[in-house]
């Protein structure tokens, strides 16, 4: 029995010992395993940096590809380049009494004086802490020049709409977190003018064509013109711009392609011998587009520093607080002068959208903005208001002039295409282009068909 015991006792050491091996060995196994493992785990996160990296390039590739699409639907810019008028120029020759001095075309040919030295220039530009990139040089110092002391005047004016307008831009573009500063751009576009209307067509504060705007989903028919409405066409302006910026990741550029369009910008840059940089490719740009960023640059230089220039800010006309309603009805102005008792001057300046007087609630829901000391008594008349000389107001035959086109303050005609018209024709009959009306219209042939309403400007 003692045997057999003694025999178990060795077993069982002999087994634990046999245990202990293996237990070793098991383990510096799992560490050579878990070792393994480790490099493949490092490995394979490597590979998934590599693909997030390629996903990111490919996702801003693709937000590229879409931006440039959207603007290049139609190649030119808001302002088409198509035709020969220049609004940079165009807009400050009718915006200055006659007999001031103003010589745009040549500025970048001129030097102009200044009592100002660079170094204070250069100072005060570093100090604006501006977003956008901004370079002095001799073309921007006239530029600074020009808006701060020789159009003095004209500048107290426009500081004066400022007050209302900048506000209302800059919360746009704050909205789609881009450079507030941009907001500058409307006094170049327009002198803040919200019913400006060029030549070529190109209408409102931030001068959209015809095609562009509906691109960006301003409504335009017989009735409404949404590139006038001031929140409305400034919030298209901010989308325009991101998707500039996406294209050229270059605030510089997508401010140029804002006036000449991007493809415009693009060929300058393959002019250029593949350059990239707003002053490498302004010898190649278009010749109002050169002068584009410096007017920028001189106009957000001269709103920021008007003081030191001695220039004071004129009284503007516009209410200091505004209202807005929703309307749902048909609502004529003449209605809310009569029953409201708002001037329908005040009227037709918050609301120049509406191109015959007329809200066409009963189309979709239209906003109507008014000086904030009549809001009570619209409320209160309100329902009233849109029966008081209804049936005069909105005859058929009124309404059906109106969507006919016969009835317009000139700028604009609506013509309804009858049987055997022909494109041609039509711009000989209103002296205009079949290219022109074409672009008007966002046309890609010359096919009409009978019964379509086709924009012509004058």
Known sequence: MK????????????????????????KAQLKEENSALKAKLDSMMTVLGNCQEQLTATQEELDKANALLVIEAHEDSPISREFSDSLLTHWYMCGFEEGEDVELENVDSVVYSSDVPDSVYIQRIKDMNCYIQIAYNEIVRNYIILYSQRYRKWIGNILGQCDFYLPIFKETFNRYNLPEELAVMAIIESHLNPTATSRAGAKGMWQFMYPTAKKYGLTINSFVDERMDVAKSADAAARYLRDAYRIFGDWNLAISSYNCGAGNVKKAMVRSGGKTGFWDIYPYLPRETRGYVPAFVGA???????????????????????????????????????VVGVPEEDIRKLNPQY????????????????????TDAFIENEDTLYRHK?????????????????????ARTV???????????????????????????????????????????R
């Open 415 to 457: 013509y309804t295409v009858k049987s055997g018209d022909t494109l041609g024709a039509i711009a000989r009959r209103y002296h205009t282009s079949v290219a022109s009306i074409q672009k008007w219209n966002g046309m890609r042939n010359t096919n009409l068909r009978i019964g379509q309403k086709l924009y012509i400007y």
């Open 300 to 338: 957000l230089y001269t709103l920021t520093y008007h003081k030191e220039h001695g220039i004071v800010a004129q009284p503007s006309d516009m209410p200091v607080h505004v209202d807005t309603f929703h309307i749902n009805k048909m609502l004529h102005f003449q209605q809310i002068k009569e």
């Open 390 to 410: 209804a049936d005069t107001l909105f005859s058929p035959m009124t309404i059906k002039k109106i969507e006919d086109g016969a009835v317009g303050n000139g």
């Open 3 to 26: 045997r057999f015991l003694c025999l178990i006792s060795l077993f069982l050491a002999f087994a634990s010992c046999l245990c202990n091996a293996q237990t070793k060995q098991s």
């Open 355 to 374: 191109c015959h007087d007329i809200i066409p609630g009963n189309k979709g829901d239209y906003v109507l903005r008014l000086p904030h000391i009549y």
